[in-house]
C-alpha cells in the first residue's frame, strides 16, 4: 500500500471526524433549533372557565414550536375573558400578541375574576380587536402560511368565521379538544356528552365537518392528565413569573369551587384537558392517532360514523408520564420570544 494512498485515507478519516463533531455538536443542534419555521398558530379559548385554560396557554407561551398570530376568548363574558388573556401576556413579556374580543355578551365573570379585578383592558399595550372573529379571519386570510387554529372550548367564534369566510378552511388547519370517543369522563367506559360539544352543538357540527384538516383530543387522552407529586411541586415551587400567575389564577380558581366539588389540593392539578390540543399542535409522537370518521350527534356525542368525515384522533396514550415530564418542563422553561 503506498505512502500516498495512506495520506489520503488517512486525511478522510479527519475530515469525517470533523465533520461529525460539526454537525451532531450541541451548538450544531442549538443551531438547527434556531433556524427550524415556526408553527403559525391562533388560540381560541373559553379561558376562566376550567383553569385548565390557563395552563393550555402558558404551555402555549413557552413552545418554541409556535408563532402565536392572536388569542380570541370564546363562549361569551368575552371582556372578562380578554383581560385574562391581557394580564397573562403582560405578564410573560408578549404584549405583541393581539387579543381578540369573541362572540356573545361581554358581561360576566367567572372563578379567575379576582385576579384581573383591577386590571384595565385598555392599559395593554398590544392590539386588542373588539371584533375576534373577524381578526380569527383576517389572520388566516393575510397569512402566507398555514395557519393552525388550536381551540379548547366551545365554538361559536370558528363556526362563525367559517360562516363569514368559508376559504379559511382551505387556508388552516384544526386543532381542538373536543369529544368522546370510546372513554368518558375520568377514563370511564361510557362515553360522554363532552362539555366543549354539548355547550354548542351546531357550533361544533359546523367546524368539525368542514372542509380542513381536522385533529381531535377527546376525553380519551386528554381527561387522564394531572400534574401530581413532583412534576407538581416543580411548577407550584417555580420561581418563573408566568409559572408564579398560572399557581395564583389555579388557587383562586379553586377558591371560588363549591366546598367538596374538588378534591385537589397543593400536591396536585386539575384535570389538564386543553394541554393535550397544545401538544397536538407540533407533535402526536406520544400519543395513538387513529384514522377515524366521527359525527357529532345532536345531544353533544361524538360518534365513529363510517359516512362522516374522517379526522386524526388521540385515543390512547403511548406515554403519558413522558407528556406531564415534557408540561412541567414547558410550563417553568422561560417564554418563547417572538
Not at 33 to 40: Q, V
Not at 183 to 203: D, L, P, T
Not at 293 to 308: E, L, Q
Request: aromatic content about 8%; hydrophobic content about 40%.
Amino acid at each position: 500500500m503506498s505512502r500516498m494512498f495512506l495520506q489520503t485515507a488517512l486525511s478522510a478519516v479527519i475530515l469525517s471526524a470533523v465533520l461529525t463533531v460539526l454537525l451532531f455538536s450541541p451548538s450544531a443542534f442549538a443551531a438547527g433549533r434556531k433556524s427550524a419555521k415556526k408553527i403559525p398558530v391562533i388560540y381560541d379559548s373559553d379561558i376562566g372557565d376550567d383553569i385548565d385554560d390557563t395552563w393550555a396557554l402558558v404551555t402555549l407561551l413557552k413552545s418554541p414550536e409556535f408563532d402565536i398570530k392572536l388569542v380570541v376568548g370564546d363562549q361569551h363574558k368575552s371582556l372578562y375573558r380578554a383581560k385574562l388573556f391581557a394580564k397573562l401576556l403582560t405578564v410573560a413579556g408578549r404584549t405583541d400578541i393581539p387579543v381578540g374580543i369573541g362572540m356573545g355578551p361581554k358581561e360576566g365573570d367567572g372563578r379567575q375574576s379576582r385576579w384581573v379585578a383591577d386590571y384595565d383592558l385598555k392599559s395593554y399595550p398590544g392590539k386588542i380587536h373588539e371584533d375576534g372573529v373577524q381578526a380569527i379571519i383576517d389572520t388566516i386570510m393575510n397569512s402566507k402560511e398555514q395557519i393552525t387554529v388550536i381551540a379548547v372550548g366551545p365554538l361559536p367564534n370558528i363556526a362563525e368565521a367559517l360562516k363569514r369566510q368559508p376559504k379559511i378552511a382551505q387556508k388552516a388547519r384544526f386543532v381542538g379538544m373536543h369529544g368522546s370517543v370510546r372513554r368518558g369522563y375520568g377514563g370511564s367506559k361510557k362515553i360522554s356528552a363532552e362539555y366543549n360539544v354539548r355547550a354548542n352543538v351546531a357550533a361544533c357540527q359546523k367546524v368539525l365537518s368542514s372542509p380542513w384538516p381536522v385533529t381531535i383530543t377527546p376525553l380519551d387522552t386528554c381527561g387522564l392528565v394531572h400534574l401530581r407529586g413532583d412534576k407538581y411541586k416543580k411548577v407550584r415551587d417555580s420561581k418563573d413569573p408566568v409559572a408564579q400567575a398560572l399557581i395564583e389564577n389555579y388557587r383562586i380558581w379553586r377558591l371560588n369551587n363549591k366546598p367538596g366539588a374538588i378534591k385537589t389540593d397543593e400536591t396536585e392539578s386539575s384535570t389538564l384537558f386543553d394541554t393535550v390540543a397544545v401538544y397536538l399542535g407540533f407533535s402526536e409522537k406520544l400519543l395513538k392517532m387513529e384514522t377515524l370518521p366521527i359525527r357529532v350527534d345532536d345531544k353533544g356525542y361524538t360518534r365513529i360514523d363510517k359516512n362522516a368525515k374522517k379526522m386524526q384522533v388521540a385515543t390512547a396514550w403511548k406515554d403519558m408520564a413522558a407528556f406531564e415530564d415534557l408540561l412541567a418542563k414547558r410550563v417553568t422553561g422561560p417564554v418563547t420570544k417572538p
